[in-house]
């Protein structure tokens, strides 16, 4: 009896799973389609499809708006629904919800709802159709291809190099549309924020300083052209002085590497590079002022700064942006030892300051400001230092946004604009007086790396503190210590280091290039 019922089951089995055709009975071959679908208008009857979408339900004679009637109601935004077997080229259809066509730019929430509002659709699409290990997806350009390329290829990946099981390769492609050019900026925008969220991720025993370097070298290798790539050892940081940067970098055994990248897009070789500057503390035990325990695991994407910026340069390169950019990212562990920097130690900076060091684990400003100190003979048109440098950034604005510090308006309004954009918002911090005070003051020092009245203001009392350490007009402090992460407040990232704000990086690069 067992025996008859299961030959039964496996019967029935045989013929739900029986494909379109023969040619894609090999999973490798599975192809899958992503399709928009925008929310009705009130009581509209029909279904609202995309250009793309539409075409495709026009060469099935209209089944998919009947099948879409008949699923039920209405697809709520970032929501998709499958339909298998009903197009000879495509056994799995996702449709996904785009929410109103009506969607725009709000000028008090700085956000494009509409470009979100597909990255968000696209990715959970892709993913649907990932989770049914299709291999290779089409993707409709819901009215904007580099947003649809950006969700598809940030939605798509996962840090599984360590694991034995992995999620399925899917390659992504334009469906339906004459926007390629759109499409592959998006891709190479999203490649570069993956490129951090690969760096960030990954553990700091497998992305040492030395690991990091090679990464990067590796991938502007293809870009020799237009890149040199400096990897600085130990003894060039002494001759330079670069006393802060080294005080860090002595309680490891792993040796420091101060990284230098050169990008020259320019057709003018003369004109001023802009330079960006990432901490990149592979790991941050705080030191001898040693962290807590619980949660030290997150530490290793405390390079994050110099993963953003390194990665947004290797986009920039990949984008041929007519701009000149100089990269500088610090790279050492700050760890516990015998020779490690001790609370109360004074160390000489790059320009002859003294600091201060009352709190070891206020680190990433000692590396940043011999960092700041050596980009300044490059003559900048504008300085930007990414890092995550504060917990109080996180308690300030939580993962809603990157925090801008800075002497500039102009700076900040490019920044600005250039994060309505890309989605990765930005929003502007105080660099008053009143937080100098409290880092000049300092018993031993001309400056203390920490403030005066303990945790107040953090992360501003931070930005003081570099701010002692740039001459120029135009500079900005990133502190992204609050985007670090994503759980699932960007639905688009999987859970995971986040590579934020790679993207608006990229975006603020090209604005210069094609802007001036
Ligand atoms: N890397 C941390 C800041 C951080 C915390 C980044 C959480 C991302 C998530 C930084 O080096 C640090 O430890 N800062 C101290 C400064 C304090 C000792 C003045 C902090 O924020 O507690
Ligand atoms: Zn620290
Ligand atoms: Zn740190």
Request: charged share 25%; proline share 4%.
């Amino acid at each position: 009896m067992l025996v008859v019922r299961k030959a039964a089951q496996k019967a029935v089995r045989k013929h739900l799973c029986r494909p379109f055709s023969a040619s894609h009975t090999h999973l490798q071959e599975r192809k899958g389609l992503v399709l928009g679908v925008f929310e009705k208008n009130g009581e509209e009857e029909s279904v609202h499809l995309t250009e793309a979408a539409a075409r495709f339900d026009q060469s099935l004679s209209g089944k998919l708006s009947e099948l879409l009637k008949i699923a039920g109601p209405g697809l709520k935004k970032g929501k998709s629904r499958l339909f298998y077997g009903i197009h000879q080229d495509f056994p799995c259809v996702a449709v996904v919800g785009l929410g109103k066509e009506s969607e725009g730019v709000c000028g008090a929430e700085k956000w494009d709802s509409r470009k979100e509002s597909i990255r968000q659709a696209v990715s959970a699409g892709c993913r649907t159709l990932q989770e049914l290990k299709v291999s290779h997806v089409e993707v409709d350009d819901c009215g904007d291809a580099k947003s649809a390329a950006e969700g598809a290829v940030l939605g798509l990946f996962s840090y599984d190099e360590l694991k034995s099981k992995k999620k399925t390769r899917v390659t992504s492609k334009l469906h339906g549309s004459a926007d390629v050019d759109g499409w592959k900026k998006g891709v190479i925008y999203a490649e570069g924020q993956n490129l951090a969220r690969f760096l960030m991720e990954a553990p700091a025993n497998r992305i040492t300083p030395t690991a990091f370097a090679n990464t990067i070298e590796e991938k502007l290798a293809p870009h020799a052209e237009r890149v040199t790539v400096k990897k600085r050892s130990k003894a060039w940081m002494e001759e330079q002085q670069m006393g802060a940067f080294l005080s860090v970098a002595r309680g490891s055994e792993e040796p420091p590497v101060f990284l230098e990248l050169h990008y020259s897009g320019s057709a003018d070789s003369q004109q001023p590079p802009l330079l960006l500057v990432g901490k990149g503390i592979t790991f941050d035990s705080g030191g001898i002022s040693l962290k807590p325990s619980q949660s030290m695991d997150a530490m290793r994407a405390d390079m994050g700064g110099a993963a953003t910026v390194c990665a947004s340069i290797v986009a920039a390169a990949a984008l041929k942006l007519p701009v000149n950019i100089v990269g500088l990212a610090p790279l050492c562990e700050n760890m516990p030892s015998g020779k490690a920097i001790k609370p109360g130690d004074v160390v000489m900076a790059k320009n002859g300051k003294t600091i201060q060091v009352d709190n070891t684990d206020a680190e990433g400003r000692l590396i940043l400001a011999d960092a700041l100190c050596y980009g300044h003979t490059f003559n900048p048109r504008a300085i930007v230092n990414v890092a995550t440098l504060t917990g109080a950034m996180d308690v300030a604005l939580g993962s809603a946004a990157t925090g801008v510090f800075t002497n500039s308006d102009w700076l900040w309004e490019q920044l600005q604009q250039a994060s309505v954009v890309t989605g990765d918002r930005v929003w502007r911090m105080p660099l008053f007086q009143h937080y100098t005070n409290q880092v000049t003051d300092s018993q031993l020092a001309d400056l203390n790396n920490i403030g005066k009245y303990s945790r107040s203001g953090g992360a501003c009392t931070a930005a003081a503190f570099l701010k002692e350490f740039v001459m120029a007009p135009h500079w900005a402090h990133l502190d992204i210590a609050g985007v670090m992460s994503n759980k699932d407040e960007v639905p688009y990232l999987r859970k995971g280091m986040s590579g934020r704000p790679t993207r608006t990086l990229l975006e603020f690069a090209a604005g210069l290039a094609h802007r001036g």
